[in-house]
């Protein structure tokens, strides 16, 4: 068990380990994460914790950045170095496996033909 000195931290990486994601290498996305995190010296400034499920299965696997509030889709574990490259370098193009971002406040879903609608929580709980 480890408290850490969270100060001056400038992001926190939310990678999902829900079972929908580590199916689809969770396991790996999160440690390929840590890895380029480490390789590009920037533990001072990202913090990263492994969740349960985030309620979006189908775009496993789920990582969420905040204070920015993006959540993306990675496929693959060089898209999970990309999420970490993209706080150095904002050119690193990551539109494709954007899920939300937040807009006005809001969560906004990325209007991409992968990104499903999903379940409207209001419809479901009328039921
Ligand atoms: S298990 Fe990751 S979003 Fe559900």
């Given at each position: 068990m480890t408290t850490w000195?969270?100060?001056?931290?400038?992001k926190h990486v939310l990678i999902c380990n829900g079972s929908s994601c580590m199916r689809k290498e969770g396991e790996d996305i999160t440690l390929a994460i840590r890895d380029e995190i480490k390789e590009l010296e920037l533990d001072q400034h990202i913090h990263t914790s492994r969740t349960r499920?985030?309620?979006?299965?189908?775009?496993?696997c789920v990582v969420i950045v905040y204070p920015e509030g993006n959540w993306y889709s990675a496929t693959s574990t060089d898209i999970g170095r990309s999420i970490i490259r993209n706080h150095l370098d904002?050119?690193?193009?990551l539109a494709e496996s954007l899920i939300y971002s937040f807009e006005n406040d809001e969560m906004k879903r990325a209007d991409?033909?992968?990104?499903i609608k999903g379940v409207s929580k209001v419809e479901k709980s009328k039921v």
């Amino acid at each position: 068990m480890t408290t850490w000195n969270l100060t001056g931290t400038k992001k926190h990486v939310l990678i999902c380990n829900g079972s929908s994601c580590m199916r689809k290498e969770g396991e790996d996305i999160t440690l390929a994460i840590r890895d380029e995190i480490k390789e590009l010296e920037l533990d001072q400034h990202i913090h990263t914790s492994r969740t349960r499920c985030n309620g979006r299965c189908k775009d496993a696997c789920v990582v969420i950045v905040y204070p920015e509030g993006n959540w993306y889709s990675a496929t693959s574990t060089d898209i999970g170095r990309s999420i970490i490259r993209n706080h150095l370098d904002p050119s690193v193009d990551l539109a494709e496996s954007l899920i939300y971002s937040f807009e006005n406040d809001e969560m906004k879903r990325a209007d991409t033909p992968e990104r499903i609608k999903g379940v409207s929580k209001v419809e479901k709980s009328k039921v």
